[in-house]
């Protein structure tokens, strides 16, 4: 089996930085329907497997995530940001909203692969942000592999600290 890294980021959700850019006002940020439970699981796992950097490892994760995603759709206010062009879902962002969860960015921001490279993973990474705050979160948290984008360029975005992560230790717990 091959060795994976991974990498916990944490954000300080009191001295969370304004976000500058706007996305075109032809995209929407919002909060996810209930009924569109499966709309953002086909975006959550076509973003994972069409990106190569997790083909080695995908399988090893999903279970997890949508064991999480299942959770989050539970809840009474569904957390869950969605990106939509027109009436399409492009991205989308489950999040866990109890203070002591391992990871509050269930999926990450998950962008559909022609959407990529516009900034909307990190428009996605800074509204979750600003729900985990709403939610009363002081700190929020990610884990991600080491080697992959988000953990090369949207986690290290709004003043996040990273540190080596057991992921192994983890799943084990659960």
């Known amino acids: 089996m091959k060795l994976i890294r991974w990498k916990r980021f944490t954000w300080d959700l009191e001295k969370l930085p304004d976000f500058e850019t706007q996305l075109p006002s032809h995209f929407n940020v919002r909060a996810a329907a209930r009924d569109e439970e499966k709309i953002v699981r086909s975006v959550i796992f076509t973003a994972f497997s069409l990106d190569t950097a997790w083909g080695d490892s995908f399988n090893h994760v999903r279970p997890f ?18 990106i939509t062009h027109g009436v399409r879902i492009i991205a989308a962002s489950a ?16 962008v559909l692969s022609e959407y990529r490279s516009r900034g909307l993973g990190t428009a996605l990474l800074h509204e979750s942000l600003m729900h985990l705050k709403t939610a009363g979160l002081a700190r929020a948290c990610a884990v991600s592999k080491e080697n992959v984008p988000a953990s090369k360029f949207v986690y290290p975005k709004f003043d996040s600290t990273a540190l080596d992560f057991d992921y192994e230790a983890l799943m084990s717990s659960i």
């Open 95 to 110: 999040l866990n909203t109890n203070d002591d969860a391992a990871s509050h960015l269930i999926s990450g921001p998950c």
């Open 65 to 82: 995530i949508e064991s999480q995603i299942t959770s989050s759709f539970l809840h009474r206010a569904v957390p869950c940001l969605v």
